[in-house]
């Protein structure tokens, strides 16, 4: 895991967590939103998702601002993951809007 490698700093530690915390809510929304009952459910659990994921790239900005690292390759292919993530469910969210189910 990416975090592992990084100076454990009082500013990285904090990062980290919200690093795990809103990618770990990333996968757990999308969850919550295939088993939706509804597609106003649906559509609000993959806009959590997109939140989620944006502030997970925000994060992992952060942490490559403020730290000297060995391979920013890792970190800029985390970021360009969670932009193409972003795009994904923007797509989905808008092609729900579209449809009557």
């Not at 649906?42 to 502030?55: A, G, H, M, N, Q």
């Not at 601002?65 to 797509?91: D, M, P, V, Y």
Request: glycine share 4%.
């Amino acid at each position: 895991m990416f975090v592992r490698i990084l100076e454990k700093t009082i500013a990285n530690i904090e990062d980290i967590k919200q690093v795990v915390r809103s990618s770990g809510a990333i996968g757990a929304n999308y969850i919550e939103g295939n088993e939706a009952l509804s597609k106003k459910d649906f559509v609000f659990r993959l806009k959590i998702s997109r939140k989620e994921t944006k502030e997970t790239i925000y994060w992992l900005r952060l942490i490559s601002e403020t730290n000297e690292l060995s391979n920013k390759r890792a970190i800029e292919k985390l970021i360009q993951e969670g932009s193409e993530l972003k795009k994904i469910f923007s797509a989905i969210i808008e092609k729900s809007n579209n449809l009557n189910f």
